[in-house]
């Protein structure tokens, strides 16, 4: 009678703390899949490209870019200067990630810039989703519009760095500077690769400026942007030619001309 006893209250102890410790390990292992899931994207995507300048390994940071929801991504575009920093470092983190990872994979380019492997939002999308569809202006499919900027600027072809010799070098951007960050990046790359002859009344830019036309109001619109920097002299309209651009790898090429 005794062992009875003893045997059943035994299974009863057991059974509650199977039952408990099932408890806390779903408890804990739904509080761990939470906190995957960066609090403040923009810092999230400031600290992802800081970890890639200093040679750091970037598993964790792509591990929680997986884990981030789509709603998360579409507030994001709630906060343009937000939205600008985050991408832009992601595009740019996401690029040296891929070179990295398979180098000999740049040699196509367009399966380079077009293959969907950044997995982000519970979808895969690709360099270009971000370059032309988030950040630009193309149509790019349902998921790709939700998450399309709402104030395009095209500034950002001076500071999307795609691993090429003639990209614009590599800054770390932030919601709260993006603006100055943007015109300080555009600044630098026009007085880098443009240059004005007066004699022949002739701007040379990089083709990159050929590429986005459209974005710079055409031909018009790059000699505007030129006079705005100071590079070519108001009231005079220049030809304007273009410069080829070098498509020579050149990885890690971060700008050292400030702080990051």
Same mark, same amino acid.
């Given at each position: 009678?005794?062992?009875?006893?003893?045997?059943?209250?035994?299974?009863?102890? &057991?059974?509650?703390?199977?039952?408990?410790?099932?408890?806390?390990?779903?408890?804990?292992?739904?509080?761990? &899949?939470?906190?995957?899931? %960066?609090?403040?994207? /923009?810092?999230?995507?400031?600290?992802?490209?800081?970890?890639?300048?200093?040679?750091?390994?970037?598993?964790?940071?792509?591990? /929680?870019?997986?884990?981030?929801?789509?709603? /998360?991504?579409?507030?994001?575009?709630?906060?343009?200067?937000? !939205?600008?920093?985050?991408?832009?470092?992601?595009?740019? $983190?996401?690029?040296?990630?891929?070179?990295?990872?398979?180098?000999?994979?740049?040699? !196509?380019?367009?399966?380079?810039?077009?293959?969907?492997?950044?997995?982000?939002?519970?979808?895969?999308?690709?360099?270009?989703?971000?370059?032309?569809?988030?950040?630009?202006?193309?149509?790019?499919?349902? @998921?790709?519009? #939700?998450?399309?900027?709402? !104030?395009?600027? *095209?500034?950002?072809?001076?500071?999307?760095?795609?691993?090429? $010799?003639?990209? %614009? %070098?590599?800054?770390?951007?932030?919601?709260?500077?993006?603006?100055?960050?943007?015109?300080?990046?555009?600044?630098?790359?026009?007085?880098?690769?443009?240059?004005?002859?007066?004699?022949?009344?002739?701007? #040379?830019?990089?083709?990159?400026? #050929?590429?986005?036309?459209?974005? @710079?109001?055409?031909?018009?619109?790059?000699?505007?942007?030129?006079?705005?920097?100071?590079?070519? %002299?108001?009231?005079?309209?220049?030809?304007?030619?273009?410069?080829?651009?070098?498509?020579?790898?050149? *990885? #890690?090429?971060?700008? /050292?001309?400030?702080?990051?």
């Amino acid at each position: 009678m005794e062992l009875n006893r003893v045997t059943s209250v035994f299974w009863k102890f &057991s059974r509650y703390s199977w039952f408990f410790l099932f408890f806390i390990l779903l408890t804990f292992g739904c509080t761990e &899949s939470n906190t995957k899931e %960066p609090k403040d994207l /923009s810092l999230f995507s400031e600290a992802y490209l800081r970890s890639i300048q200093q040679n750091e390994k970037t598993t964790s940071f792509q591990d /929680s870019l997986q884990n981030v929801s789509l709603n /998360s991504l579409t507030e994001l575009c709630e906060d343009n200067e937000a !939205h600008l920093a985050f991408w832009l470092n992601i595009y740019n $983190a996401s690029v040296q990630v891929r070179l990295t990872q398979n180098l000999d994979k740049y040699a !196509h380019r367009e399966r380079f810039f077009n293959e969907r492997w950044i997995s982000i939002g519970g979808k895969k999308i690709s360099l270009n989703d971000i370059e032309l569809g988030i950040l630009g202006r193309e149509k790019k499919g349902e @998921f790709i519009g #939700k998450l399309q900027t709402k !104030h395009f600027d *095209s500034r950002i072809h001076f500071a999307l760095n795609c691993g090429a $010799a003639s990209c %614009p %070098p590599i800054r770390v951007y932030t919601k709260k500077n993006i603006h100055q960050e943007l015109d300080a990046a555009t600044r630098q790359f026009l007085l880098n690769n443009s240059s004005y002859t007066q004699f022949s009344n002739t701007l #040379k830019v990089d083709e990159l400026l #050929k590429w986005y036309a459209t974005d @710079f109001e055409g031909t018009n619109g790059i000699i505007a942007l030129h006079q705005r920097y100071g590079i070519v %002299p108001l009231g005079v309209n220049p030809t304007v030619v273009f410069s080829a651009y070098d498509w020579k790898v050149k *990885s #890690k090429a971060f700008d /050292s001309s400030k702080t990051n």
